[in-house]
């Protein structure tokens, strides 16, 4: 137990001097003497009830004071905790959010709501690794700067959609260089990029050249292609017709995607279903931990809850003595 403010138990200084000041003029010595010549009806002294109606009053506002001042220090329980060790590594994840990521073939979701199920979950599982989040269409946006603050970031993960940068097609190039960019504030030895996309570049710089930047600043690139094997359904919203479901062939780059894997010295995965999606991402897990000692953890709870509660007690039970509950004590 430690008290956040010791220097206010100086206070006890005063009450004590107070109280020491009330017994001395409790001293029979101290007080004055009856004026009455037969003294021999009091020859015994003070009976032990007397005393103690004498004594307690002061006894209990004494530590009525004591505690007050103990309450008015704030005392607190320490309770110290060693981290132990965490990863350190500097995440960027790169998603696709392209309109055929509204593609319906993981069930029970589609590409996009997989996508963001699957990192969602990668990221509970780290642990003091700065993560960030930029998302690509048409043109790259930065969703979420690198980060420990991971309910930011998964809140701003949940608020992802097809088609949210409002420019078509998929820049899958600008999409490595604005991660590229954002993993440069970052100090980690270890630096990554988790790219995903269901289709191939189409717009922007070309995959390779991006990935080839990447790899001249030391990060890994694992790259993560989420489509099915063949056709696939997606909805739309037709002006005549309303939400209408329509046929979308497969256009995954995996050639592409395995190229810019191996410029960086990362991986390339094709994930054809939600548990294949959630394998890769508990492999990438277990290939980036790089351990770093974290800092012990110090929590503080206070107590002076305890101590003014006490000092209430006594001071109600002092003005109940006051009142005459003493006298009337058999």
Known sequence: MRFA????LLLALPALAAAWWSAARLEPGRRPTLPFPALDAFAGGPTPRARLALWLPLGLRLAALLLLVAGLARPQKVTRQLKGWGQGVDIMLALDTSL????????????????KDTAARFVRGRV??????????????????????????LGR??????GMTGVEGTALGDGIVSALNHLKAGAAKTRIII???????????DAPTAAKTAAAEGVKI??????????SVMPVEDPALGRVMVRVGEDLDEEGLLQVARLTGGKYWRATNLKEL?????????LEKTKVKLPETVSRADLYRVPVLAAALLLLLEVL?????????P
């Open 278 to 286: 959630r394998a890769v991402y508990d492999e990438i897990d277990r």
């Open 222 to 231: 694992y790259a993560i292609g989420t489509a099915k094997r063949g056709d």
């Open 128 to 153: 003091e690794d700065r993560i960030g989040l930029t998302v690509f269409g048409g043109a790259p946006l930065l969703a979420c700067p690198l980060t420990l603050d991971y309910d930011a970031l």
């Open 195 to 205: 790219l995903l996309t269901d289709g191939r570049g189409n717009v922007g710089l």
């Open 100 to 115: 055929s990521m509204n593609a319906l073939d993981f069930q029970p979701f589609n590409r996009i709501d997989a996508a």
């Open 321 to 329: 003595l006051a009142q005459g509950l003493l006298l009337r004590w």
């Open 157 to 162: 993960l949940a608020e992802l959609g097809a």
């Open 5 to 8: 403010h010791p220097w206010l």
